[in-house]
Nanobody, 128 residues
Framework: QVQLVESGGGLVQAGDSLRLSCAASGRTFSSYPMGWFRQAPGKEREFVAAITWSGGSTYYADSVKGRFTISRDNARNTVYLQMNSLKPEDTAVYYC?????????????????????WGQGTQVTVSS
């Protein structure tokens, strides 16, 4: 079992930065690919970023590339999403997710169906 708890969301202005954290429980967290997804009102949940178990490879949606950075600290069982130059269209509930079915995978999946553990989400609101 893996439990994920996101934090760090809030209300900011366009151009500001936020750092989201996802604290994970479970002994094997460090072996799982991890991802961040988001869901805006009336829209489907979409991929934002993903990172391999080692942190050696990262993947981003085109809409956030160059502005967001995913990272992980396996010693602290935490995954981060640094979000810079935020735009109103980044407004959404942000979820972290773990792919426990693919330990030590050489890549990190970018589709939500591959992830089997999810946090409760944290709201990010960007005003113009």
């Amino acid at each position: 079992q893996v439990q994920l708890v996101e934090s760090g969301g809030g209300l900011v202005q366009a151009g500001d930065s936020l750092r989201l954290s996802c604290a994970a429980s479970g002994r094997t967290f460090s072996s799982y690919p991890m991802g961040w997804f988001r869901q805006a009102p009336g829209k489907e949940r979409e991929f934002v970023a993903a990172i391999t178990w080692s942190g050696g490879s990262t993947y981003y949606a085109d809409s956030v590339k160059g502005r967001f950075t995913i990272s992980r600290d396996n010693a602290r069982n935490t995954v981060y999403l640094q979000m810079n130059s935020l735009k109103p269209e980044d407004t959404a509930v942000y979820y972290c997710a773990a792919d426990s079915a693919h330990e030590y995978l050489w890549y990190a999946p970018v589709v939500l169906e591959e992830y089997d553990y999810w946090g409760q989400g944290t709201q990010v609101t960007v005003s113009s």
